[in-house]
């Protein structure tokens, strides 16, 4: 962070969240209600990693990701919703500028990471689809890791990069109208001719957004005609079986993100907030439970584990 260098226009050294209701009932309702998702989406999330490695069948390209998924998903909630509960009970919630920066860039990081890993997920369910023979060849052990770590350094240097390498001036405000450091609510505080709130805005509304969930309907598309060829109905229906869980992971995640972050922007802080925690909170609790629900091969992995059964 010694990149972000404050400009003499601003003295910002901290900001004030003021996101949190002063009414102690609300405050109640508020904090029982993400420590409960936060609690989920660590417990859920944790089970999937430990379930999959438990089982040795788990150990394909599909579930792979899936570990990636769920391990990020445990990042990105920690990111933030740790300091939003311990603030939740205080009179003036304050943060230091340089660990407002550094949660805002690991939001950002973490989010655009699961982003890029959702679109990878439906590249890989494509293949595993349209080519089912040379799946194991297309998708081997060396593409997938390439992949994944192509996927964490993609992400930072596009989410990271721009934050750390252009310094932001604040003109003096320091109010926060949010839980903690989200984007948006910060970058309402940059002054109009600070280039990294354009580039933060390009970035998120033409790379990460409409670029990737537009690769992820093409694959989609693709695979609903590939299944289509199938003429049997019981290989039909497996293979759209394992293309559900995924799916409605995409819509819930990419649906919030879209709606955040493309919609004009307006005033209207306190549906933000909870679009903000709808998206950041609920859809990373709901995850491990739409993968476990809806997917056999996991729920009887956890099954095993819970009896204490040997790795297959």
């Known amino acids: 962070m010694g990149s972000l260098k404050r400009d003499n226009v601003s003295e910002v050294t901290e900001f004030i969240l003021v996101g949190f209701s002063q009414q102690p009932q609300i405050q109640a309702a508020f904090f029982l209600g993400l420590l409960f998702f936060y609690l989920v989406t660590m417990f859920g999330n944790s089970l999937i990693v430990v379930g999959v490695r438990w089982d040795s069948r788990l150990h394909t390209p599909m579930y792979f990701f899936l570990i990636n998924l769920s391990f990020l998903d445990i990042c990105y909630s920690t990111s933030w919703e740790p300091y939003a509960l311990a603030q939740c009970f205080r009179d003036f919630p304050t943060i230091s500028y340089t660990s407002c920066y550094a949660q805002m860039t690991k939001s950002l990081f973490l989010g655009m990471t699961e982003c890029i890993f959702l679109a990878i997920m439906a590249y890989d369910r494509f293949v595993a689809i349209s080519n089912p023979l040379r799946y194991t060849i ?7 890791i390439q992949l994944a770590l192509g996927t964490w350094a993609s992400a930072f240097l596009v989410a990271v990069t721009p934050i750390t390498a252009i310094p932001a001036r604040y003109c003096g405000h320091n109010t926060i109208n949010h839980f903690f450091c989200e984007i948006q609510a910060l970058l309402k505080l940059v ?17 990460t957004l409409p670029l990737l969930f537009t690769f992820i309907l093409i694959s989609y598309t693709r695979i609903v005609v590939a299944v289509l060829k199938i003429h049997s109905a019981e290989a039909r229906l497996k293979a759209f079986s394992t293309c ?36 950041g909170a609920v859809t990373l609790m709901l995850n491990p439970l739409i993968y476990t629900l809806r997917n056999k091969d996991v729920k009887v992995a956890l099954r095993k584990l819970a009896k204490g059964k040997e790795k297959s």
Do not use: W
């Open 191 to 207: 002054c109009s001719d600070t280039p990294v709130s354009l580039i933060l805005d390009l970035i998120i509304s033409v790379f």
């Open 244 to 279: 559900g869980s995924q799916l409605t992971v995409v819509t819930i995640f990419y649906g919030t993100a879209i709606y955040m972050y493309l919609k004009p922007q307006s005033k209207e802080y306190q549906e933000d907030k909870v679009m903000s925690i709808f998206h």
């Open 138 to 144: 297309i998708m081997n052990n060396r593409v997938c």
